[in-house]
């Protein structure tokens, strides 16, 4: 079955930096990769997401890039602020049955902006 | 337009007894999954459901099951509780196409003691 491994497990920046948070994945028919972040206490939040028929996508301060070859997607966060502070989980899934199958979690990454 | 509800936030039990966990996907979805999160690690898929059918199955034992409604809502029941399995448990909502966003509930929050 498919595994995805997320590094680093934490990260520490200065408020202004870039952060970036790394995933591979192991089955090759995954097809959609989706970014959630979530704060303490809370649920995941939906904050990017890509298909596998798409190399790079950007959605302001947050961009996500996919290797389809290396079987592996980033987490780009440009301009950090200290709101941006929270665990970041990567995900990915393949087509079940004609629609998207279950998501498969990274372990997480506690990103800590410091002010 | 409400998102995914769940119900409820927060709830305690004692091992050996069951419980019942409930979830309303965000308006417009058919497919509803549960997910378990322990403390420190990622959501685990624990199943989906579609049509009233349990579709997909992650590597949960047989205590776990669960019922989709007519209206797509959906219950996790857990038979027989163990200390291990106070986590958080979220529900996620999605329409039935491939490619489809996942959308998640807040969760419920069990604690067996």
């Known amino acids: 079955g498919e595994n995805v491994e997320q590094h680093p497990s934490t990260l520490s920046v200065q408020e202004g930096d870039s952060a970036v948070i790394k995933c591979t994945y192991s089955?090759?028919?995954?097809?959609?990769f989706p970014w959630y972040k979530q704060e303490l206490g809370k649920r995941p939040q939906l904050i990017i997401d890509?298909?596998?028929?798409?190399g790079e996508k950007k959605d302001q301060r947050i961009a996500v890039t996919l290797n389809k070859t290396a079987k592996h997607f980033s987490l780009h966060i440009t301009e950090t602020q200290p709101e941006d502070s929270a665990v970041y989980f990567c995900?990915?899934?393949?087509?079940?049955?004609?629609?998207?199958?279950?998501?498969?979690f990274g372990k997480g990454t506690k990103l800590s902006v410091k002010p | 337009d409400a998102g995914v509800t769940q119900s409820p936030t927060h709830l305690i039990k004692t091992r050996g007894q069951q419980v019942t966990l409930r979830c309303s996907p965000k308006?417009?979805?058919?497919?509803v999954s549960w997910y378990q999160q322990a403390l420190g690690q990622g959501p685990q898929f624990i199943f989906q459901?579609?049509?009233?059918?349990?579709?997909q199955r992650g590597n949960f034992p047989d205590r776990f099951s669960g019922h989709q409604f007519p209206n797509y809502s959906s219950e996790l029941n857990v038979n027989a509780l163990l200390l291990g399995d106070s986590a958080l448990y979220l529900c996620?909502?999605?329409?039935?196409?491939?490619?489809?966003?996942?959308?998640f509930g807040e969760g419920s929050w069990l604690t067996v003691v």
């Open positions: 089955d090759s028919a995954s097809n959609y």
């Open positions: 890509i298909r596998s028929n798409v």
């Open positions: 459901y579609y049509e009233e059918e349990e579709r």
């Open positions: 308006s417009g979805h058919d497919t």
């Open positions: 995900a990915a899934s393949s087509d079940y049955g004609g629609s998207q199958g279950n998501l498969i």
């Open positions: 996620a909502s999605s329409f039935f196409v491939s490619g489809n966003t996942i959308y």
